[in-house]
Nanobody
Framework: QVQLVESGGGLVQAGGSLRLSCAASGSIFRLNAMGWYRQTPGKQRDLVATIASDFSTNYADSVKGRFTISRDVAKNTVYLQMNSLKPEDTAVYYC???????????????WGQGTQVTVSS
């Protein structure tokens, strides 16, 4: 019953900005860390940024200083503000959340379906 819905992807020129959002919905008992990962064709899914329940953050070195992750606890939503975008940022971006559903006694990993971000040269 829990799902993550992403939005905000698209096509931008190098140097531009995009803001991704991901909202968790359903029968959620506890929502812990959330984050963003990205994947290009034929490659593993790589961490972009994470944010814990105490708002501590971690970023991939390649995006530090350019991307900012944030969350709205009341809305069960995580955001990724992407500035100074580069062509190498082109990827499918996936939202992640560690969630304990009301119906379960343990945490489960949840993933969004992905949103395409394309940065032109």
């Amino acid at each position: 019953q829990v799902q993550l819905v992403e939005s905000g992807g698209g096509l931008v020129q190098a140097g531009g900005s995009l803001r991704l959002s991901c909202a968790a919905s359903g029968s959620i008992f506890r929502l812990n860390a959330m984050g963003w990962y990205r994947q290009t064709p034929g490659k593993q899914r790589d961490l972009v940024a994470t944010i814990a329940s105490d708002f501590s953050t971690n970023y991939a070195d390649s995006v530090k200083g350019r991307f900012t992750i944030s969350r709205d606890v009341a809305k069960n939503t995580v955001y990724l503000q992407m500035n100074s975008l580069k062509p190498e940022d082109t990827a499918v971006y996936y939202c992640y959340a560690g969630i304990r559903p009301i119906s379960e006694s343990y945490y489960l990993p949840y993933w969004g379906q992905g949103t395409q971000v394309t940065v032109s040269s």
